[in-house]
């Protein structure tokens, strides 16, 4: 078998590999997924709606949405996805820190493209009004996209406790 022959099974094979990098080993869950066009015999294009929880911080959930290509180079896994991305985050119970994290570390980071492109929800903390910030954006090695999201999730007391952590205690520095 050429050598051409392998690094082209190689590289398919590490585009079929996990394509989701979590900061504690969670994978996304999906929720549902939208047709947006309509292919015949080949995969459709797709609006794809998935959640996390922040692994390090209990009581917060994010959604986002990502357009998912279809057609032969999509169902193959080797279309590049484009950058509109949409989050929302929430909290989702009471919040407790599990540790202390640094102003802008990744969430989640997810593959884009083949090689090149990746998605990241990277989260933050306005301390002055005790909120977590979380941003998805995506990045390429050569080039990135200025297109992204915000979501803001203000830590709110929740019964029984009655009184919300304050967030700047948790940020490194």
Known sequence: MPLRHVFRFALALAATAAVTVPAAGQEPDPIFKKSTVWRPLTPNDKLAVYGI????????????????????????????????????????????????????????????????????????????RNVLVYLVYSDRVIEGSPKNSTSSVPIMPWAPEGTAPRCADWVKG
Do not use: N, W
């Open 53 to 128: 929880d922040d692994p390090l911080v209990d009581g917060v959930a994010c959604h986002y949405t990502v357009p998912e290509k279809g057609g032969i180079k999509g169902g193959l896994g080797f279309a590049e996805e484009v950058s509109d991305i949409s989050l929302a985050c929430r909290q989702i119970g009471p919040v407790k820190f599990k540790a202390k994290f640094d102003q802008g570390e990744v969430v989640i980071k997810e593959r884009r493209s083949l090689i090149f492109k990746t998605m990241q929800i990277v989260r933050g903390c306005d301390a002055k």
